[in-house]
């Protein structure tokens, strides 16, 4: 007889994610979808201890069973991009996107980025810590139970620091897990409009104070037109690159600059955006075994008429993650179930493809693919359970929340109590 902390029996469909494959998965490995049915799962030490077909027998026991009753059960989502921590809001600018003002106008106009740093640096770490844990709460109850959290918002060494710690303690206190991103590179701030490079300089001078207190994994630059160029994102990444960090990039989400090339040339872990990449970006990224993050959401409240090429990505053998790209101007949702609804969509991706790319490729695309975004023995028991008895159907009925109950690390953090 075996005992185990949590018995998670009659499972309808699972989804494992797990096929024997130590890497990311790309090209059409991606389509891959292996469906076990009536299928429990036994946990200890919140890890999976056990995985097999249904016995109906008592030759499992444990301290506490659930009964899926049929429902689909899948690993916790990855969420591979947000913007976690900020302070205010900006809904004021729906007007101005309704008028048609780009993302670029509306910077230009004291919105965009640059409003949300002066709130950002407004708030203590108390609030700051406050607002991102309703925020992270959300992000739980749609089934998220890992994801990464950039900086950005404070544009000076200051309230960066702030931003990362304040990442750090939710992490250490909240269900879900926080991998951290420094974004310092974010856009340029006012009082260095006319010297960037000097900005970056001090960017730069942070990452040693950063690395020693242990706040960031990543370290990101938004690469784009009328905020950093290929050479200053290259000199940039590559001082990040001498001090150990692993790297990230906002890449062509507007313009085809090369972001994508240069992730391939510096060996970045993800390149993310990617809407106006070009075919030889596309080649490159596979080549070098980059992940590509992409953002529907971020393209659909834009307004823009395409996404990112997914297919072309896919068919390259592109290594694909799906993010919703929290923030607070571009994409302001904690709803990865409406991101998936959006990559069928827009990004005509197919079902196996999408939960490919919210569990395994979004745990490689920051670093967790060893730990996460599977349900394999021996692996943390990141668990969601479904209020539906297939996995189609989750992007099909867009705009409500299927999650019945999220199991972190072996335990229930959340169950919907409808």
Avoid at 11 to 27: F, N, R, S, V
Avoid at 131 to 138: E, I, R, T, V
Avoid at 146 to 154: D, I, R
Avoid at 245 to 269: Q, S, V
Wanted: charged share 25%; proline share 3%.
């Amino acid at each position: 007889m075996r005992s185990f902390d949590l018995i998670l029996t009659n499972i309808g469909q699972l989804l494992t994610m797990d096929y024997g494959i130590e890497a990311p998965l790309k090209g059409k490995e991606m389509n891959q979808l292996i469906v076990q049915k009536n299928m429990e799962i036994g946990i200890v030490d919140g890890r999976v201890a056990s995985i097999r077909e249904c016995q109906h027998d008592r030759s499992w026991t444990a301290k506490k069973v659930i009964d899926a009753k049929g429902k689909l059960v899948t690993p916790g989502l990855v969420d591979s991009h947000t913007h976690l921590v900020f302070g205010g809001s900006r809904e004021h600018e729906m007007e101005w996107k309704r008028q048609g003002a780009s993302y670029l106008e509306i910077l230009q106009r004291g919105g965009g980025i640059l409003s949300t740093v002066e709130a950002t640096r407004a708030l203590d770490e108390e609030s700051l810590f406050k607002k991102a844990k309703k925020h992270l709460d959300q992000f739980l109850q749609y089934g998220v139970t890992t994801l990464e959290a950039k900086s950005g918002y404070g544009l000076n060494i200051e309230t960066e620091m702030k931003q990362l710690r304040t990442a750090k303690k939710l992490h250490r206190s909240h269900p879900i897990d926080i991998v951290s991103t420094f974004l310092g590179a974010h856009a340029v701030p006012k009082e260095y409009k006319q010297n960037p490079d000097d900005f970056l300089q001090e960017m730069v001078l942070s990452l040693d104070l950063i690395q020693l207190e242990g706040l960031a994994d990543f370290v990101d630059i938004f690469c784009e037109t009328g905020v950093f160029s290929i050479e200053q994102s290259r000199a940039y990444l590559t001082e990040a690159k001498k001090r150990g960090f692993r790297l990230k990039i906002h890449a062509d989400e507007i313009d085809p600059l090369g972001g994508a090339e240069l992730a391939a040339e510096l060996g970045a872990t993800s390149a993310d955006h990617l809407v106006g990449t070009t075919r030889t970006g596309i080649e490159q990224l596979a080549a070098q075994n980059v992940i590509a993050c992409l953002l529907p959401g971020t393209s659909f409240y834009l307004g823009k008429e395409k996404g990112a090429n997914a297919r072309d990505m896919i068919d390259a053998g592109v290594a694909v993650a799906l993010a919703t790209d929290f923030n607070p101007g571009s994409c302001p949702t904690e709803n990865i179930q409406l991101i998936m609804t959006l990559a069928s969509l827009q990004l005509k991706m197919t079902a196996a493809e999408i939960w490919n790319a919210v569990t395994v490729n979004g745990a490689y695309a920051i670093g967790k693919g060893e730990e996460v975004g599977r349900i394999r023995t021996g692996q943390q028991a990141d668990i969601v359970l479904w209020n539906t008895p297939n996995y189609h159907y989750i992007p099909y009925h867009y705009g409500v929340n299927h999650v019945h109950s999220v199991i972190k690390k072996g335990q229930l953090v959340w169950e919907n109590s409808r």
